[in-house]
């Protein structure tokens, strides 16, 4: 049995928190899709820890660890993270598995992926310059290099081949960086990554599947940066919703059970592109701050508004969620008034659809008002004790959604989640 948590919006709704939560509940945590791109903050031991792909749930050590088919892995980012959990005493021999059949991020590729975000100027997406798009774009251009290929004696002749055509289109954008210590880095990281559980991870996740184990798939970035649903070309390059799942571990539709959607009590994105609700005046800088809203992976500030109803019922239609947790809602503590998008103003006209591009037209976001609690809510630790503004708050999203909303994080600690129920 499976199930699925990721995020609802444009990333960094808190899935590294609810992760580690939940995955003590769970035999297996299992990443599917995006890479280094993705930044998820737990707290172990009081210390503030970021994974980027190592799944939330290694500080656990009776669930195990696996970085599925669908990701895209750079070895060097790898071995820093593994440097980092190994020094709280996790035994990474023990709970880390990796497919054979994930794709590896090679140095050029972080190259091309900076000319590329060069070339587009103005129009540039905001990376996060991990080399993500090009890596999958050679995975789907039927040109990628795997972890599987590592044990292979072909694999310098394979890496040199790839290379030669990177650098032809390197040159073509004159980027002449030197990537000479980049490459130094990348090959003694794959000696690191060969020492590492490396398994077939389709039968790997499916043998635990079929002894009744728990697994959870954890989702990387969000839903509104998915490259086929999200707001494009403003997007990451992987499919990030529930579907992604079968195709990034190598499991039936039918193994999934719960999707957990996870959406911030507001809103933020960060990196270029449409963003209907967005702030940009002291009220965003207030969710700024109170929030701490710099990227976990490029520490870039995020782009802060209004939670919006037709990007989260978007959400939750493609993803079929089946329960909701709202996250940082005691970053709402400290305001007088609060408010929710339900519709879109589009030519005059109103619309709750998710329009097919977001770009070249003029969005005015359709605003319920809601009175602030002003009460600190981060000690509080049951539903009941919440103040009523905010249950009413609460309940609107849950009505609007048609989901329950199970549990409300309070904080970032471990301890600050609310049951709902
Ligand atoms: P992820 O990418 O979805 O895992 O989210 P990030 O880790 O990038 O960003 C979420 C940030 O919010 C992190 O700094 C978390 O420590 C923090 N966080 C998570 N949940 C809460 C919460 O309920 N309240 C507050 N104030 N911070 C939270
Ligand atoms: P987590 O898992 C927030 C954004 C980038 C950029 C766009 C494309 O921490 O929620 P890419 O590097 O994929 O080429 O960037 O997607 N982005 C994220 N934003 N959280 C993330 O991951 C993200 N991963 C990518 O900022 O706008
Ligand atoms: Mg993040």
């Known amino acids: 049995m499976v199930d699925v948590l ?9 899935k590294g928190k609810i992760v580690d939560f939940f995955a003590k509940d769970y035999d297996m945590i299992a990443r599917f899709q995006g890479g280094p791109n993705a930044g998820h903050t737990l707290y172990v031991q009081e210390k503030k820890i970021v994974l ?32 980092l959990v190994e020094s709280f ?11 054979e059949r994930t794709h590896l991020i090679l140095p050029t590729h972080r190259a091309l992926d ?43 002749t394979n890496y040199i081949k790839l290379r030669l055509k990177h650098q032809r289109i390197l040159d ?19 000696e690191f990554l060969k020492s590492l559980n490396i398994v077939n991870g389709e039968y790997f996740v499916n ?7 728990k697994i959870l798939a954890e989702g990387a970035q969000g839903s509104m940066l998915d490259v086929d649903f999200g707001t494009f070309p403003f997007v990451t390059s992987s499919n990030t919703i529930s579907a992604a799942v079968c195709n990034g571990l190598g499991i039936a539709p039918q193994k999934i059970r719960e999707v957990m959607g996870v959406s911030k009590a507001y809103c933020t994105r960060v990196g270029s592109g449409p963003f209907p609700t967005e702030l940009e005046n002291e009220t965003g800088e207030k969710l700024r701050s109170i929030g701490s809203e710099f990227g976990a992976t490029t520490g870039r500030p995020r782009r802060c508004g209004w939670i919006d109803l037709v990007a989260l019922n978007y959400a939750c239609m493609i993803n ?6 709202l996250t940082k809602a005691d970053v709402l503590d400290a305001f007088d008034e609060l408010k929710i998008c339900i519709a879109y103003k589009i030519d005059g006209k109103e619309t709750t659809q998710m329009p097919f591009q977001m770009s070249r037209i003029k969005i005015e976001p359709i605003l319920s008002t809601f009175p602030g609690w002003n009460k600190d809510t981060t000690n509080v630790k049951s539903f009941s004790g919440l103040p009523e503004k905010m ?3 609460v309940e609107f999203i849950n009505k609007e959604t048609g989901v329950d909303i199970h549990y409300i994080s309070n904080g970032p600690g471990r301890d600050q989640l609310i049951s709902v129920n």
């Open 207 to 213: 043998k635990h599947i079929n002894e009744g184990k």
């Open 320 to 325: 079929g969620v089946t329960k909701l947790i």
């Open 89 to 99: 005493g996790v035994d990474l021999r023990k709970n880390l598995f990796i497919s």
């Open 114 to 156: 900076k000319a590329s975000e060069l070339s587009k100027g103005n129009q540039k997406i905001g990376s996060t310059l991990k080399g993500i798009g090009p890596t999958y774009m050679d995975k789907t251009g039927r040109n990628g290099l795997r972890v599987g290929d590592l044990m292979d004696k072909s694999f310098i």
């Open 52 to 83: 980027h792909q190592i799944p939330s749930g290694v500080f656990h050590s009776n669930t195990i660890n696996l970085i599925g088919s669908g990701v895209v892995l750079d070895p060097v980012v790898l071995k820093k993270e593994c440097d």
């Open 6 to 14: 990721l995020g609802l919006q444009w990333g960094d709704e808190g």
């Open 172 to 190: 073509s954008h004159s980027f002449n960086e030197d990537i000479h210590e980049w490459e130094e880095e990348f090959f003694e990281a794959v």
């Open 391 to 393: 249950k009413t708050y």
